[in-house]
């Protein structure tokens, strides 16, 4: 017997040509459209996640601002105060903050500016 009749007769047989997985006829056309599909939607998701962002930033640039402009607030009102002026604001808050509490718990408490500010604009 010669080798291809021994592996026959062991169940092995032997194939030519290439191992693993063969090509299918791919239609190069479908290939195309399939590739240019996927860049399509590749865009539209960047295109989302730069709009994202962009609005991410905005609405933080919009914090900043405020919270500046708070900042600066608080700076005068400290300089008011270092002068010995007592700004109109404060003395408002305090009096509004007086007015809440009653005559017994005027001056026990401690309530932040902020706080008082909030209330005030509500």
Known sequence: MDENNKML??????????RGRKPA??????????????????RARKKLRYQYL????????????????????????????DRGKIP????????ADDQHR???????GTKTLKSAKIQSNA
Do not use: N
């Not at 007769?9 to 290439?18: D, L, N, V």
């Not at 006829?25 to 590749?42: G, M, V």
């Not at 640039?61 to 607030?73: G, K, N, P, T």
């Open 25 to 42: 006829k791919i239609d190069l056309k479908a290939k195309l459209e399939r590739s240019r599909q996927s860049a399509r939607e590749c």
């Open 102 to 108: 009653g005559p017994a718990t005027a001056g026990s």
């Open 88 to 95: 109109a604001e404060i003395r408002a808050l305090l009096t």
């Open 54 to 81: 962009e609005e991410l930033v905005s609405s933080k640039e919009r914090a900043i601002c405020a919270l500046r402009e708070e900042l600066d607030m608080y700076k005068q009102w400290c300089s008011a105060m």
């Open 9 to 18: 007769a062991a169940g092995k047989a032997k194939k030519p040509g290439k």
